[in-house]
């Protein structure tokens, strides 16, 4: 299922601009931004975003049924893995929605569920530190370049994502 893809230079938030999307009549796409201005982490944290790093949202349409631990663990399980193929340390999952290497956190996930027209949708924000890294006092954060021998582009991992989201979405039915 392809995905259509929407490009901003500048946007305050990947994920509301997904629901607005979604709210006009838009049922699937993805979004990505040079830069986001006021980021969304979890129970209405910030998303403290860098120029140069990667956000972006993906959405679609979900059934009723489909739990959100099996939605949060598919989605951890794909950024995962996707980053996994760029370096060579261990990329962990730190519950519910963290992406850690070397216990250092370089990827956050955001859902939300929408509904539409008695029609449920999925918005995955997903940001990932990709050449620097905020100072936060309660936890260490990184970057993935920091983890990689030959430094990875934003539309590397932006294509890889998007190629593993068009093919899982089944998944999350």
Known sequence: MNLKKFYYKKIKSTNDKAILHIRKGVEKGIIVAEFQTKGKGRRGNKWISFKGNLFMTVFFEIQNQTSLNKITKINCLIVQKCLQKFTDYEVVIKKPNDILINQQKISGILQE?????????????IGINLNKSPKI??????????????????????NLLCKTYEKKIGQFR
């Open 113 to 125: 569920i929408i509904f539409k027209k008695k029609k449920r949708y999925l918005v995955i924000g």
């Open 137 to 158: 006092k309660k936890y260490k954060t990184n970057f993935i370049n920091y983890f990689t021998k030959k430094n990875v582009t934003k539309l590397q991992i932006f």
